[in-house]
């Protein structure tokens, strides 16, 4: 798996939008970006994953870059409870990798 | 559905003790994980499945072993509990493996 640096923590207003950064400057070409988030004491929750094109859910939007090179994981209306660790994972789905590497995330505090 | 439940939620051991961790998942998912996670620290992987009757190595899996004897049950071994093993143990599952579905996780003490 490519290794993803990301800043250690962030905060945001509640109400404005989130935007977490991910470098993966390694990443290749069968690589997908994945976001995972984990709120205290509960296991991880996996929010949303793309290749090379923008990706949209319900519950937020990944932006890659053009290069592959970084991507930002946006929430959109950050509420108190988006406050979590963020994860960006890069890794290969399928084949004969069949595992995620879970780096140590950002801390995204959302403040009122 | 319950997805991914655990068992015990709480444990304390005493150092050369032995014990096993339960995971049990729902949702027909080919593949299935055990990752342990430190105070400050990212989630390591220590073993995985891909299917009934397999398993794999991960980041770190001295002193645990594991089963899948059946495809919704995935135990964790510890066969002489170490204070090093003190962590908080997550079990995940997944088919395909980008949307892992985790359980509420077991918090283990080992004195």
């Known amino acids: 798996d490519a290794k993803t640096t990301q800043p250690p923590s962030m905060d945001c207003a509640e109400g404005r939008a989130a935007n977490l950064p991910c470098n993966h400057s390694t990443i290749s070409g069968n690589e997908y970006v994945y976001w995972y988030r984990q709120i205290h004491s509960q296991g991880p929750q996996y929010i949303i994953h793309g290749l090379k094109n923008n990706e949209t859910n319900e519950m937020a939007s990944l932006i890659i870059t053009e290069d592959r090179k970084s991507s930002t994981l946006i929430l959109p209306h950050a509420t108190l409870r988006d406050t979590a660790v963020y994860y960006c994972?890069?890794?290969?789905?399928?084949?004969?990798?069949?595992?995620?590497?879970f780096g140590k995330g950002t801390l995204l505090t959302v403040n009122p | 559905n319950a997805g991914v439940t655990q068992t015990p939620k709480f444990r304390v051991l005493k150092t050369g003790q032995s014990m096993t961790l339960l995971c049990a998942q729902d949702m027909n998912h080919e593949y299935m994980y055990w990752y342990r996670q430190d105070p400050g620290m990212g989630l390591r992987l220590i073993h995985y499945s891909v299917g009934e009757g397999t398993t794999a190595k991960g980041e770190v899996p001295d002193g645990y072993n594991v089963s899948r004897l059946k495809k919704q049950n995935f135990l964790l071994g510890l066969e002489s509990a170490a204070p090093s093993q003190t962590s908080v143990y997550f079990c995940a599952s997944s088919y395909p493996i980008y949307e892992q579905y985790f359980g509420p996780g077991t918090r283990l003490t080992v004195t």
């Open positions: 994972i890069a890794g290969a789905s399928g084949g004969s990798n069949y595992k995620l590497t």
